[in-house]
């Protein structure tokens, strides 16, 4: 067998002008989507590095009923979730900016899921109790309607 007495490697090919800035942008937002992954106990069920006309964004979607991944999401991230009601349901939404990449994460929830969801993450308002002093009644709470003043 004859061995090559020439070398084979190939030219690269020309780089465009801002290709390194834009595979950079890429790589910091792969950056981004793996480090929240690996913190994450719920995986989603896609997780992707999306093109935009400028720069790159990460989008997470963790499926249908489960809000458990954005709840992960909104303490690893800082962010806030949002319930928008639609025809099929609800979409819960994180949205936030980590390391200058704009990050989402969603989940598709039933109506009732989405109710679930909200009076989980209600503030509990404790009970306020009414001035009356050493009487038996002192020791009783008074419950305020939601919404009402205080």
Not at 31 to 57: H, K, N, W, Y
Not at 93 to 121: F, P, Q, R
Not at 131 to 150: F, I, M, R
Request: proline fraction near 7%; charged fraction near 20%; include cysteine.
């Amino acid at each position: 067998m004859e061995q090559a007495t020439h070398s084979t490697d190939r030219a690269t090919p020309p780089v465009a002008p801002g290709a390194s800035t834009e595979r950079e942008a890429y790589r910091r937002a792969s950056t981004v989507m793996d480090g929240i992954v690996a913190r994450l106990q719920t995986l989603p069920r896609s997780a992707a590095v999306v093109g935009e006309l400028v720069g790159f964004r990460v989008r997470f979607n963790f499926g249908t009923n489960d809000p458990s991944g954005i709840r992960q999401f909104v303490k690893i991230a800082g962010a806030k979730a949002v319930v928008t009601q639609e025809q099929s349901g609800a979409w819960l939404e994180a949205k936030t900016v980590v390391d200058g990449v704009e990050v989402c994460a969603e989940v598709l929830l039933s109506a009732e899921a989405a109710a679930a969801y909200e009076a989980a993450v209600a503030p509990s308002r404790p009970a306020a109790t009414a001035p009356l002093g050493k009487s038996v009644l002192a020791l009783v709470p008074v419950l305020s309607p939601v919404g009402a003043p205080e």
